[in-house]
């Protein structure tokens, strides 16, 4: 696949999320004033709360289903291409999602909006303080670019982009992220879906876009 059109697809999945992101600080003076409009209007909109709740929850978990589906097909058809793509997803994201983002929030120390500080705790386990990045959105991102850069269809990547801005919508909305965190979220799964694709072999997929 040409260079232009895999970075096509990096664009596309990442515009939505990225452009949430400005709209954010077009609409809004400073993250602070954000956190405070999105804190009254989910206590006043519970339904809608539920809703975004739903995202934020489920998000992540939705997406293990599609790297099932091409792990299972690459164990019946014997095609080491699926599997080694979706097991090398696997270890990066556990390695670059998790560890190495979980490392960064403990290092870092950076207060959730819901606790109502500002000053940093460096080197903390105290969960309250693992603002930065959002781990959430690193995941989200990580899986929506891998698994755009393996179908390389065009829809499929911006509806998945369209999923991973709704789930970095969700932790600002709900007050566990500033935006700044998500942004940095969505720098690492950008990291994480771009090693996938190119220590699994997305070169070699089956699929053309």
């Not at 978990?61 to 790297?67: A, D, E, N, R, T």
């Not at 080491?80 to 090398?88: A, D, F, I, M, S």
């Not at 911006?158 to 789930?167: E, N, P």
């Not at 500033?178 to 690492?188: A, I, K, N, Y």
Request: glycine residues 8%; aromatic residues 16%; positive net charge.
């Amino acid at each position: 696949m040409r260079h232009a059109a895999l970075a096509g697809h990096f664009v596309l999945v990442s515009l939505p999320l990225l452009g949430m992101l400005l709209v954010l600080m077009w609409v809004f003076d400073s993250e602070a004033q954000a956190i405070a409009a999105f804190r009254i209007h989910k206590w006043q909109n519970p339904s809608f709360q539920s809703l975004i709740r739903f995202i934020t929850d489920w998000g992540n978990p939705i997406l293990y289903i599609p790297f099932l589906a091409i792990l299972y097909r690459g164990w019946k058809h014997h095609d080491k291409r699926r599997t080694r793509y979706t097991l090398t997803y696997v270890v990066v994201q556990l390695l670059i999602c998790f560890v190495l983002v979980n490392l960064t929030k403990m290092a870092l120390g950076r207060p959730r909006p819901e606790t109502g500080e500002y000053l940093y705790r460096f080197l903390t386990f105290d969960p309250h303080y693992h603002s930065l990045p959002s781990g959430h959105s690193a995941e989200i991102m990580g899986s929506c670019l891998a698994l755009a850069l393996w179908l390389k269809r065009w829809r499929t990547t911006l509806l998945l982009g369209l999923f991973a801005a709704a789930m970095g919508f969700s932790r600002v909305y709900l007050n566990m992220h500033f935006p700044t965190d998500v942004f940095f979220g969505w720098l690492f799964g950008a990291c994480a879906g771009w090693t996938t694709y190119v220590f699994g072999g997305g070169e070699d997929s089956p699929h053309h876009g």
